[in-house]
């Protein structure tokens, strides 16, 4: 089955450090990714996600790339702000459109002014 | 309102109580997803409807009675709670776009079991 492995928390950076949160997968076929982000009390919300190979993904300056020879999807960030504290989930999507998502366990980032 | 919604936000019951979580979506979506979030503990599946069949039951106790009566709707129903399952529960639905199933979630209800 598919799995999702994800770099353990919490992850504590300083205001305008660059982020970097692992994420690798084991899956058959050409699944999709994403990356999903949970603010303090509120349900998750997808922040960016990629469907082939190389594709990258990005949303508000976050960006993670597809990399199907070390089958990872690393999250990055060039600068972090305290806004994005929150806890960050990796999910993969088997091809052929299976509508059951596999989670990794989430990972806590914590910014300090 | 728009998105997924889910009532209540919080609730509180003993364990001999019944109850029932509600959830709301206004996206047109066919699928629907109840998930148990735990401290410490990965996301847990434990329901999905597709077109409002129920497709996936992950060995939930049967004190958790799913139930989806329109593509818009889902239920979960609470009878006889145990401690340990305080936690929250997230409702999400999804609709494929080109191949893909991207998930939306709502806000969470937080449930304390005493």
């Known amino acids: 089955g598919n799995s999702v492995t994800q770099m353990e928390g919490p992850v504590t950076l300083s205001e305008e450090a660059f982020l970097t949160i692992n994420c690798t997968y084991t899956?058959?076929?050409?699944?999709?990714l994403f990356w999903y982000v949970q603010y303090p009390g509120e349900g998750l919300q997808l922040l960016l996600k990629?469907?082939?190979?190389?594709d990258k993904g990005s949303n508000k300056g976050f960006e993670a790339t597809y990399r199907k020879e070390t089958t990872s999807f690393h999250l990055e960030k060039g600068s972090v702000q305290v806004s994005d504290s929150a806890v960050y989930f990796c999910?993969?999507?088997?091809?052929?459109?299976?509508?059951?998502?596999?989670f990794g366990r989430g990972t806590s980032l914590i910014v300090h002014p | 309102e728009t998105g997924v919604t889910q009532t209540p936000r919080h609730l509180v019951m003993g364990m001999t109580n019944k109850k029932s979580l509600k959830c709301e979506q206004h996206?047109?979506?066919?699928?629907m997803y109840w998930y148990k979030q735990s401290a410490k503990k990965p996301l847990e599946l434990m329901f999905v409807?597709?077109?409002?069949?129920?497709?996936e039951n992950n060995s939930v106790p049967s004190r958790f009675s799913p139930e989806c009566p329109n593509s818009s709707h889902l239920f979960l129903h609470l009878h006889t709670l145990q401690p340990e399952d305080s936690a929250l529960y997230l409702c999400?639905?999804?609709?494929?776009?080109?191949?893909?199933?991207?998930?939306?979630f709502g806000p969470g209800t937080r449930l304390t079991v005493t």
């Open positions: 999910a993969i999507s088997s091809s052929g459109g299976s509508y059951i998502p596999t």
């Open positions: 899956a058959t076929g050409y699944p999709s």
């Open positions: 990629a469907t082939k190979a190389d």
């Open positions: 996206l047109g979506h066919n699928a």
């Open positions: 409807y597709s077109l409002e069949e129920r497709v």
């Open positions: 999400a639905s999804s609709q494929e776009l080109r191949g893909v199933y991207e998930q939306y």
